[in-house]
């Protein structure tokens, strides 16, 4: 496969299930980012890795667990959700995180199909 | 307010242009996306432009910047069928990171 891969394409899930998204990207990219889209919000940047190391977590409730065990891989571990929780969670990769002396923009990140999460 | 700002519907008719409408706040912004998000799919850059450029086109698409407004607009000629999609702008800088800050996302519509 090329390009980002998602999996499950859809969940659904009780409030008290575990349950992990996984992504997947094969471009040979350094970052990795989990976004949550919800219907009528701006898309909320959840978590970065760069370099297998998390750089940046926007306030994102313990409830989401992200994990990256190597630059191609990138988890997000789900526990106890809440109903509010249900909404389309893209995953996606770029080359770096910063820009790179004589790199040109740019500075595309290139985004997975997304794992369309219901909690009930 | 949100850093990124873009009316959540717009509707037109085959063959028409479609103008999709974006402000942002942050003066500091140096590079202005749309990507586009097609049904059951991830987003996909579309087109970009630089904030020293007043325009860019690439084929049927036009990206208008008034810097001055922080005000970012995408015109798609001719539209068709095919470009119902979820449009969203986004606006990153230049230095550090470079992650974009995206908005709330346009839907197009296009009736035939």
Redesign the interface.
Known sequence: ETG?TQTPRHLVMGMTNKKSLKCEQHLGHNAM?WYKQSA????E?MF?YSLEER??NNSVPSRFSPECPNSSHLFLHLHTLQPEDSALY???SSPY???LAGEE??????????TRLTVT | GEDVEQSLFLSVREGDSSVINCTYTDSSSTYLYWYKQEPGAGLQLLTYIFSNMDMKQDQRLTVLLNKKDKHLSLRIADTQTGDSAIYFCAEGSSGGSYIPTFGRGTSLIVHP
């Open positions: 980002v980012y009528k919000k701006p898309l940047l970065v750089v940046e893209l995953c996606a995180i910063e820009g923009p740019p500075y595309e990140q290139y985004f997975g199909p997304g």
